[in-house]
């Protein structure tokens, strides 16, 4: 039964259109810099992951020292110069963003209201608009 079902997805996967070509701008890196690269945006989303971690927990000026520290300005490994001008605007403002958040943070009192929440929430709003920003036009290849 298990092998019917399974060898049934098959086919009807198989018998489905192929994908709409992908029109995002092609980041052709060198193999080494891809790697550095892809290394760099998984190294983002922990680090974005980690932030909503600890603000789930309560803890909003700790997520705002790991922003700083793997999100802001000058913490990357010097990739972009091998990026084309529109997508080293899109990292800079990804960058400005998470050191804004971090600034924010130190605001922020142990005990938020709902409208320092709503600040908060926000300024993670910012970052993660950045990184759907640059995802929707670009494509590492």
């Excluded at 070509?21 to 892809?38: N, V």
């Excluded at 980690?50 to 300005?73: C, D, P, S, Y």
């Excluded at 490994?77 to 800079?92: N, Q, S």
Aim: proline share 4%; aromatic share 4%; hydrophobic share 45%.
């Amino acid at each position: 039964m298990l092998k019917s079902t399974v060898l049934g997805l098959m086919l009807a996967l198989a018998s489905l259109p192929a994908a709409a070509e992908d029109a995002r701008t092609r980041l052709d890196l060198p193999p080494e810099i891809r790697e550095l690269f892809l290394e760099e945006m998984r190294n983002h989303m922990a680090a974005l992951d980690g932030v909503i971690q600890l603000l789930a927990a309560g803890q909003t000026k700790e997520a705002g020292a790991l922003a700083r520290k793997e999100m802001a300005i000058g913490r990357g490994k010097g990739i972009g110069r091998y990026m084309p001008i529109e997508f080293r605007e899109l990292g800079l403002a990804y960058h400005r963003s998470a050191e804004e958040f971090a600034r924010l943070t130190e605001s922020i009192p142990a005990k938020p209201s709902a409208e320092q929440w709503v600040q908060v929430l926000g300024g993670i709003a910012a970052i993660t608009a950045n990184c759907a920003g640059c995802h929707g036009v670009f494509r590492a290849q």
